[in-house]
Structure formats: C-alpha cells, structure tokens
C-alpha cells in the first residue's frame, strides 16, 4: 500500500533562511507525489507535482521538490523563505484513484 | 470563475442532529472527494465518487452518507451515528483519473461544530 510520512510535525525557520520539508513514500509501483498547502481556515492548493517526467519538479510561490527513487523521498524546498510562506504543508501520493496524505508540517517563518 | 464551493463556511449543530454539507464544482470533474481534517492527523478520506450514481467508502465512512446525482455536486450528511463530528471538512474534486490527471483541487472547507 502507498503511503507518506512527512518528517517534522513543526519546522521554524528566519526569513530569507532556505526551507526544507521532508516526506518519505512508500509505494509498490511508480509513485505519483504532490505538495499541498493550507493557510489557516483555508482549503488545500496544490504546490507542484510528480508524475514520472522530470526529477526536478518546479512549483508556484517559488517551491521545488526533487524525486529521489533511491531515497523515496520528494523533499520540499525553497531558496529563501518569506513570510507569505507560514502555513501547513502536506505531503501526499496516489494509490489507485485516491490520494493519502502525510500528517502535515507547519512552517513557522520568523522575521 | 471554475472552482469548488462549499458551504456554509461555519456550522453549528446540537448533538442528535443531522447535518448535510454542500459541495458543488464548475470544473467539468468526473471525481469528487470529502475528507475530514482534524489537528495533528492530516486528511482523512470519508467518501468518494468517480461517476454519477457511484461512490466507495473510504477510511472513515462511518456515521457519513453521501449522493451523487448530479455530476456537479456531492453533497456529505453527518449523521447522528458520527460519535465525534466535530471537525474541518474539505470537499475535492479530479479529472477522471482513466485519463492521467491526478491531482485534487479543494474547496475551502467547512467547519462543524457540534456541542
């Protein structure tokens, strides 16, 4: 069964600073991985997504993660963190026609 | 403008009561999909539905129902079963995954409260 787990339920980071999200798969066939975001009291907006082209997937609001098959994982990053980036992001991989989400990490951006 | 509606976006309800939660897209989706969202434990998925008429359980069905009549709508009932139904609900939507678009667009969430 195909299944994430995002590594850091809270990470803190200074503004400008780079910001690193970790998620880990679990999948017996290629997987397919997305990034999601929420803002608080908000629906989830889609970041970037994997789906067996490019390892190098680019995103919005300047977001990147790369796929790593001998890692499984698809780390989130992005260069410099800005204030606008605070919020709860959540990892997740599709098994059949459902997606299953990791437990989200919540980025704290410090001024 | 495409996208998902919810509503309302705030609900109170006394224990007891049933409660139906609206969920329509514009987006031409064939799927839909109601998750829960409590603190700490991600989505969870309630139902989903990939054609009219149709619809599986998922991980936590139950004290929920579900109709699809319309390909527009999905609506989500919390019955009185729900032993714990206070929480955020987010409605989501797909292309026919058949025709390899996957990813789920979200609507902007309910919040339940039951007391």
């Known amino acids: 069964a195909q299944s994430v787990t995002q590594l850091g339920s809270h990470v803190s980071v200074s503004e400008g600073a780079l910001v690193l999200l970790r998620c880990n798969y679990s999948?017996?066939?290629?997987?397919?991985l997305f990034w999601y975001v929420q803002y608080p009291n908000q629906g989830l907006q889609l970041l970037l997504k994997?789906?067996?082209?490019?390892?190098l997937v680019k995103g919005i609001n300047g977001f990147e993660a790369e796929f790593k098959k001998s890692e499984t994982s698809f780390h989130l990053t992005k260069p410099s963190a800005h204030m606008s980036d605070a919020a709860e992001y959540f990892c997740?991989?599709?098994?059949?026609?459902?997606?299953?989400f990791g437990e989200g990490t919540q980025l704290t951006v410090n001024p | 403008d495409g996208g998902i509606t919810q509503s309302p976006k705030y609900l109170f309800r006394k224990e007891g009561q049933n409660v139906t939660l609206s969920c329509e897209q514009n987006l031409n989706h064939d799927a839909m999909y109601w998750y829960r969202q409590d603190p700490g434990q991600g989505l969870r998925l309630i139902y989903y539905?990939?054609?009219?008429?149709?619809?599986q359980k998922g991980d936590i069905a139950e004290g929920y129902s579900v109709s699809r009549e319309k390909k527009e709508s999905f609506p989500l009932t919390v019955t009185s079963a729900q032993k714990n139904p206070t929480a955020f609900y987010l409605c989501?939507?797909?292309?026919?995954?058949?025709?390899?678009?996957?990813?789920?667009?979200f609507g902007p969430g309910t919040r339940l409260t039951v007391t």
């Open positions: 989501a939507s797909s292309i026919d995954v058949r025709r390899r678009t996957y990813e789920q667009y």
């Open positions: 999948s017996s066939v290629p997987p397919y």
């Open positions: 997740a991989v599709l098994a059949g026609s459902r997606l299953t």
């Open positions: 539905s990939q054609i009219v008429n149709d619809f």
């Open positions: 994997y789906t067996s082209a490019a390892t």
